[in-house]
């Protein structure tokens, strides 16, 4: 695994919290809602959140959820699953990662939203403008299994591509509590689009790769000797740092940005100058405070990431989870 102990207290809300307990959900489902909608009250405060709904399972802005499944699903295994996966299966399999929260243990919040970030739609309004102390935040599963793992997961890691194979050892699905090797197998999520995508920590070797490489190049070109020329790929290869997910909140007051704040959602070692041992991929829910953006009106939600397509696009699924929003009183 890519990930480690992330030093940091894990947060349960406060009954005064927003919650989003008021909105209708059976055991274990999510909504897309049609509109924005709001949720709060006198004492909590009262936030609304936007949202677009395409009407074909897909949207922009925040969704509602209580999915809490941590594992990689089942049906789209090729040792489990039909070995020709319909459409529709496909999207199944997906959406049941998509709109659960990742966490270590059985989620303790219920409700919670699921973010899906396109240019602004992510974006949350204060009845009243006010200081946000803090937001809890945390991975959808579909995000961490991803970056943990990648689309394939299997025992046998393939160095050349840092994809695992899907014809290779046979594993116990993640989180999965039944210990039989009978239940060992192959599993695949599809990224975004049906892409295959390496995990975080293999995105990371591959642009090492590609800095090595660009290096020894060069030195080729200045005419140094092949020792030399190795040794400029090595201290290029070494030298380079990458592997991030990133959430950005930007807080607004009449139409005005007030600041900005940052949190990793997932980091590699020495991608943050300031904090260079940070090595995680968030495992479950934790605060990100928000005092600095001062009183707002309304926050806007961004993601970033260093693995991206030759075009510049992110290849990182753009959904997070979000919980216990707690405005000061």
Not at 65 to 92: E, H, M, R, V
């Amino acid at each position: 695994m890519s990930c480690t102990k992330i030093k940091r207290d894990v947060l349960i809300p406060y009954p005064d919290d927003i919650l989003f307990e008021d909105q209708t959900l059976g055991t274990f489902t999510f909504n897309i809602p049609t509109a924005p909608f709001s949720s709060g009250d006198a004492k909590t405060g009262v936030v609304t959140m936007n949202v677009k709904n395409n009407g074909d399972g897909t949207f922009s802005g925040f969704a509602v959820s209580n999915k809490n499944w941590c594992s990689y699903p089942w049906g789209l295994s090729p040792d489990f699953g039909p070995a020709t996966p319909t459409a529709a299966q496909i999207k199944a399999g997906v959406d049941s990662t998509i709109f659960s929260v990742f966490t270590t243990t059985p989620n303790r919040t219920n409700n919670f939203l699921v973010a899906c970030v396109k240019d602004d739609d992510a974006n949350i309004t204060l009845a009243n403008p006010g200081i946000v102390e803090h937001i809890l935040v945390a991975n959808t599963t579909y995000n961490y299994l991803l970056e943990t793992y990648g689309t394939n997961y299997s025992g046998t890691l393939t160095a050349t591509t840092q994809e695992y194979s899907l014809t290779g050892t046979k594993v116990r699905n993640i989180q999965n509590p039944n210990t039989s090797t009978l239940m060992y197998g192959r599993f695949r999520l599809p990224g975004p689009g049906g892409s295959n995508l390496v995990r975080l920590a293999g995105h990371e070797i591959l642009e090492k790769r590609k800095a090595g490489k660009a290096a020894a190049d060069a030195s080729r070109l200045a005419g140094n000797t092949p020792t030399k020329v190795a040794a400029d790929s090595v201290a290029a290869y070494n030298a380079f740092f990458t592997g991030f997910v990133k959430l950005t909140v930007n807080g607004f007051r009449s139409g005005a940005a007030t600041s900005s704040v940052d949190y990793w959602l997932a980091i590699r070692p020495n991608v943050d100058p300031a904090n260079p041992t940070l090595n995680y991929i968030a495992p479950d829910w934790f605060k990100v405070d928000l005092t600095s953006l001062g009183a707002v009106d309304k926050l806007v939600f961004h993601l970033s990431s260093s693995y991206k397509d030759v075009s510049g696009n992110m290849l990182v699924p753009p959904y997070f989870c979000l919980d216990g929003i707690r405005l000061k009183k």
